[in-house]
């Protein structure tokens, strides 16, 4: 016995399973009655409201540094280097051991000195490159940034 099913654009020739018909091995007659195991449902395709499909602003409680261009002051700059200490993380990770500070050593006008002390993970020459980029962005007046001595520009460990 052979049954037909129609299953999407597609005929499928269905027997029983041999273990589903019951079986007797005494007598010679066939087995009146079939076990049917497989049952076929199609899937129900429900579409979600538009709303529900878009995606979602998802909004963390981090603090930001505030990006609006300062007024060249004393504390304008030391606020900056505070931000540059968060935007630029990963020259200043404390977690892995880098114990890198910039600091302000003097402002001369539009012309600003920081100092280095402890590790970086960068060169320190880069430090103050990407330190000097950050000050200029946030304070326009900055003509130049320059490492207030030399030899802080040394990546040999004796200088830590």
């Not at 016995?1 to 007797?24: C, D, Y």
């Not at 200043?92 to 402002?107: P, Q």
């Amino acid at each position: 016995m052979r049954l037909q099913l129609q299953f999407l654009r597609h005929n499928i020739a269905l027997s029983p399973s041999p273990s589903s018909v019951p079986a007797t091995f005494f007598t010679s007659t066939p087995p009146i009655s079939y076990s049917w195991r497989l049952r076929v449902r199609t899937p129900t395709l429900t579409l979600l409201p538009l709303e529900s499909r878009r995606p979602k602003l998802v909004v963390s409680a981090t603090a930001v540094p505030d990006n609006r261009p300062l007024d060249l002051t004393e504390d304008n700059v030391r606020q900056a280097l505070g931000d540059a200490r968060a935007e630029l993380a990963q020259i200043f990770d404390a977690s892995v051991g880098i114990t890198g500070v910039v600091e302000l050593a003097e402002l001369d006008g539009p012309f600003v000195k920081i100092s280095l002390k402890g590790r970086f993970w960068h060169k320190r020459s880069t430090v103050v490159a990407r330190v000097g980029n950050y000050l200029k962005q946030r304070i326009p007046e900055i003509l130049e940034v320059e490492i207030e001595d030399e030899s802080q520009l040394d990546d040999s460990p004796a200088s830590f």
